[in-house]
């Protein structure tokens, strides 16, 4: 509406101006001055056309809109008593990409209702222009039960003309706060490009290349790129410290990770990095090398997500990890960082 208003208002403004440069020209020329002291004489000075902002295909106030319903529904049916099961049905339709992954499982690992939280006031973050599939990013705290409170960057996708659906979802860490975004004079951020070259790592080179710290540590080729962390590094020295032991039970161990398939969302900063919101997809294989061996257990998170308490040969877990992090601009100094996350086991094979 504003663009609009703008527009109106610079016709006839540019429309005036044309026609005192046009009088003040004819009377220079009747007094024999040249066309720029005419113009001076007028009182007339050169001026660039304001910017005209492009419409967002999502504004703030849909956004808002959105997020409310979301969380609202999400509420009512969390807390609903008695729980049914249409209560979680409605509530997994109301997911898409990783988060629905999440929530899919966190219902086949317990039969009562899912935990319920309390959210805040959002910080929206809606990017002006885009591509569809539209989307945009929240930052509001959530409480749990306890009273325990963590700030959270939610990432919501429409999905069709009209449906909005929760897509994911990520606890930033006790100590991190979400960095300053790029807005422009109406409030809306910049979405930055898969490939976009003004970042030290563009965002669709985020994930793999923390998948890479995740598995081989400071000695990856992605060491100094990503910084050092429980969620990078402390993975990889997780793996190294764990396979010893199972080794001595006649077991071999291993966990890799990789970029998922869901979508990478990323945003401008306002120091001219991004930040960026994926997922990672970890799979962790345990598997007999002689028989018989010790016993495989399955982890006892998992266990509802299993046909049997245990394997005899091999047991893989896979989990599904949602990420956000913060990228410096390709002239800053620094590494990457993980400052969010949200995470679970999704899917388990016993044999």
């Known amino acids: 509406m504003r663009g609009r208003a703008r527009r109106g208002l610079l016709v006839p403004a540019m429309t005036l101006t044309t026609v005192l440069v046009a009088v003040a020209a004819a009377c220079s020329d009747q007094g024999g001055g040249t066309p720029e ?49 249409a209560d979680r049905r409605n509530l997994l339709a109301q997911t898409r990409d990783s988060q629905e992954a999440l929530t899919m499982a966190a219902f086949n690992s317990t039969p ?65 706060r979400v960095p300053e975004i790029a807005k422009d004079a109406g409030g809306y951020a910049t979405e930055l490009d898969d490939d976009d070259p003004t970042t030290a790592i563009s965002p669709r080179l985020m994930a793999p290349l923390h998948a890479t710290s995740a598995e081989e540590g400071s000695a990856g080729f992605a060491a100094g790129l990503i910084e050092k962390g429980p969620h990078t590094t402390g993975y990889a020295e997780e793996i190294a410290g764990k396979r010893p032991k199972y080794k001595s039970d006649c077991l071999g161990y291993d966990s890799i990770f990789g970029a998922s398939n869901y979508p990478v969302h990323a945003l401008r900063t306002a120091d001219g990095g991004a930040m960026v919101m994926y997922s990672l997809i970890r799979t962790t294989t345990v598997t007999a090398k002689i028989e018989p061996c010790a016993d495989i257990r399955v982890p006892p998170n998992a266990e509802r997500l299993a046909s049997a308490t245990g394997a005899r040969k091999e047991l893989r877990t896979v989990e599904t990890q949602q990420y956000v992090s913060t990228v410096p601009a390709k002239t800053g100094r620094g590494p990457a960082r993980v400052i969010g996350y949200l995470g679970g086991v999704t899917k388990v094979s016993a044999n």
């Open 37 to 85: 002291q005419g113009t001076r004489a007028a009182g007339i000075t050169a001026s660039p056309a304001p910017a005209v902002l492009q419409e967002p295909p999502v504004t703030l106030p849909e956004a808002e809109r959105a997020l409310s319903g979301a969380l609202g529904a999400q509420a009512v049916l969390e807390s609903a008593t008695p729980h049914l099961e």
């Open 112 to 176: 009562g209702p899912l935990p319920h939280y309390t959210w805040g006031k959002p910080e929206l973050l809606v990017p002006r222009v885009q591509r569809g599939p539209f989307w945009f990013a929240a930052v509001v705290e959530r409480e749990d039960g306890k009273g325990e409170k963590r700030s959270a960057v939610l990432v919501l996708t429409k999905y069709g003309e009209h449906e909005w659906y929760l897509s994911s979802t990520s606890l930033l860490d006790p100590e991190e």
